[in-house]
């Protein structure tokens, strides 16, 4: 199976606004709740958002009101707009089905995000 292929990080300012994108191969997106995950140096994965083919939608605490999630299931890509970015969002991103295994094999290279005060 091919891995996500994520894009759209880079360096912003705080209080700025990014958008990130996900590519997935149907096999990974079809039918499947995609997620949002972000891992921080020295810190383990952590689910940011996620949404299920039909558009139920559900936020880490720490995000809400500032990230969105959404998906074009037309083009198997899922996207997430971060807005009023704080430091504490610097980490890489990572987008995939819920219940992926943690073997790297089933895992894109993420996007680095990095926020600076």
């Known amino acids: 199976q091919v891995q996500p292929v994520e894009s759209g990080g880079g360096f912003v300012q705080v209080g700025g606004s990014l958008r990130l994108s996900c590519a997935a191969s149907g096999s990974i997106f079809r039918g499947n709740i995609m997620a949002w995950y972000r891992q921080a140096p020295g810190k383990k994965r952590e689910l940011v958002a996620h949404?299920?083919?039909?558009?139920?939608?559900v936020y880490a605490e720490p995000v809400k009101g500032r990230f969105t999630i959404s998906r074009d299931n037309a083009k198997n890509t899922v996207y997430l707009q971060m807005n009023s970015l704080k430091p504490e969002d610097t980490a890489v991103y990572y987008c995939?089905?819920?219940?992926?295994?943690?073997?790297?094999?089933?895992w894109g290279q993420g996007t680095q995000v990095t926020v600076s005060s």
């Open positions: 949404i299920s083919s039909g558009g139920y939608i």
């Open positions: 995939n089905a819920v219940g992926m295994p943690d073997s790297s094999a089933y």
